[in-house]
């Protein structure tokens, strides 16, 4: 498990940390990324969209099927709905697959690699030495009275580190090779300590601390899921009123739900700079969505959908016209 996460954090991190260092400031690397991360998202969003006109403009085709069998409840009949759909679709050149789950799949590798940026920071993004971290942390098991980092969440062990950051230099002298850290690592870790909060919250702390780290903390959490809701919401509303059948499913209401429940979780449950990302993240994906809107309408779409079809349809036919021609053509010449 380690190796994968140090497969998918060192690209985060150097990335972070890069950024970090030309930004001078961990907040604004944080929100550059995670835009970054959204441009390269942006054509899978594109398809969706699309793929969601196709499918509105195919919905009344559906319709027609079930209404065919409407008060049939026997399994043959919805069989027969089923395999009629599904050769619709394939007609019609649809696939359900193609809504995808990309950029759902992509967005969790996403958060798993700032999860262990944002945990092991002296690792990936300031990338100090092993034997460097390694003496830090003896440092720490100094002051917190315990070598038994494991106790403490040896995952966090970093994270501690720079909240007793202070106490930590002054115990140097107690450990072994203590003359590794230098004066310039201590001077490039407090810098980076010094920028690693947001209007005053300490974003190596988890929310769900906040009794011990300050209830300011809650604020992640809250934004996570409001901001979660309000893309959330905006998709449930336009489904509605493009699809109405599928928006009276009930489970379009628990999924309305279930993205925000999920932003609330992971940002209760993580560092503070993982819901911050999720916060910021949210927040691009909610503008991209109202901006793809304005830019791609489902029925503009699905007039340059039944436009390119006609056209295809007709350069099929005259292909078919010409290939008849052309064998008449040779049936004549055969005759003569």
Known sequence: MQVFYDILSTPFGWALGWLYEVCNNYLIALVIITFVLRLILLPTTVKQQKNSAKQMRLQAKVNKIRAKYAGQQTREAQMKISEETQELYRREGFSASQMGCLPLVLQMVVMMGLYGAIYSPLTYVLRLPKEVIEVLTAAYNVVAGTADTAARGVSRVQLNILGRFSEVVNTLGE???????????????????????????????????????????????????????????????????????????????????????????????????????????NILSFIQMIALAAIYKPEDIIAQQMIDETVERRSREASIKRTKALVQAQKDAQQD
């Open 175 to 281: 450990v072994e090779n203590g003359n590794l850290v230098t004066e310039d690592i201590i001077s490039r870790v407090q810098e980076f300590i010094d920028h690693f909060n947001i209007f005053g919250i300490d974003l190596t702390q988890i929310p769900k601390d906040f009794k011990t780290a300050g209830t300011v903390l809650l604020l992640i959490p809250i934004l996570a899921g409001v901001t979660a809701l309000l893309s959330a919401g905006y998709t449930y509303l336009r489904q509605r009123k493009t699809n109405p059948e599928m928006a009276k499913n009930p489970t379009m209401g628990c999924m309305t739900l279930f993205s925000p429940a999920i932003s609330v979780y992971f940002a209760v449950s993580l560092p503070a700079g993982i819901g911050f990302y999720w916060i910021i993240s």
